[in-house]
């Protein structure tokens, strides 16, 4: 009957208040040493921060070289690699660090976007962790994580503008505070670190010694260094379109037509490491690096037209996996001088996912309390996310860097 439901509801929300309200005032809450978890992709990241944005121990297992071998991510192999390293890696965070369960703040995981199999491997794991050791969780979405990551090495005051690029995403937003991002635009097809991977696969890249250890994405950096970006020429994505959203398919389009027409100049067939590889490297690089300068650009413009960022100081955060590329770094060190910005890019290391920007983003939410959940409450996986759940707002400035 709809009117005793009612009541156990209202009961249920009372009880999780008070044990909020309970555990807040704990000294294991004061404390703030968040366990965080992260599996969004192929990582299983785990590690224990303070509340200075200390790690105080961490630990992650890469699952690169096994999808390597398989030239690309297969969902349903990640999920038994994340299955069957997750409780290692997290024992190995906490045994670092020195910190036993009890003394935990909080547990954080990742629970959106990512790949739907791999996020229910760690969700399902935080939750047994959280219930078994009677902590608080605290749901985490992974492109704010990397957002943030930043005012975990160094202060930086809100708002800032971030733009995040990665395997699975590329989004520009203004960061206004812990959980408030105002979308300005996002992939509509793929991410660049996708399209990286998948020009490297076409390219054969792995047939070369130096590249075989290597992602797609660095792999096509390497070669980048010695080619000619100019030799061959890309259309940049999207140049008569004035927004901030991105997309990358159709440059992949354009480099898989050249390469079949280089196989077919050289006489080769598909598989065969062409000799322009290093030119075609270099273009493409350059495209994508132009194509999110040029967005950029256009973001900085319009925040700067509607009073979004501060006067004194402004920051553009870069950050992301495919922010570790350093040409990338570059064509955005352009558009930060350009535009009187600093720019601002954590280390390689906590660009790629780990768990301890899940940790961090878990210590940003407890100073303000907010999502923190008692350790009953279900809580379920998004694949897709964007930050706020939010479309991107209406931007609309003709405006481009000559890169």
Known sequence: MAFPTMIQSKIRILLRLLWCKQTAGSKAFRSRLVLGIETSCDETGAAVMDETGAVLGESL???????????????????????????????????????????????????????????????????????????????????????????????????????LVSGGHALLAVARGVDDFLLLGRTLDEAPGDTLDKVARRLSLRKLPRCAALSGGQAIELLAQDGDRK?????????????????????????????????????????????????IAAATQHTVASHLAKRTHRAVLFCRTNHLLPSQNPTLVLSGGVASNQYIRKALAVVAEATGLQLLCPPSRFCTDNGAMVAWNGVERLREGIGILAPEVEVSYEPRSVPNGSEPVHVLLRASLPL
Do not use: W, Y
């Open 231 to 279: 030799r061959f020429c890309f259309r940049t994505p999207m140049g008569q379109t004035p927004d901030c959203c991105f997309s990358f398919a159709g440059l992949r389009n354009q480099v898989t037509l050249l390469i079949q027409k280089q196989e077919a100049e050289e006489g080769v067939e598909e598989g065969t490491v062409l000799s322009c590889v290093n030119d």
């Open 61 to 163: 297992h890469s699952q690169k070289e096994v999808h390597l071998r398989t030239g690309g991510i297969i969902p349903t192999v990640a999920q038994a690699l994340h299955r069957g390293n997750i409780e290692r890696v997290v024992q190995e965070a906490l045994d670092r660090s020195g910190v036993a369960p009890a003394q935990l703040a909080a547990v954080a995981a990742t629970v959106k976007p990512g790949l739907a199999l791999s996020l229910a491997v760690g969700l399902s794991f935080s939750q047994r962790f959280v219930r078994h050791h009677n902590k608080p969780f605290i749901p985490v979405h992974h492109m704010e994580a990397h957002a943030l990551t930043v005012r975990m090495l160094q202060p930086l005051h809100f708002p800032f503008l971030v733009l």
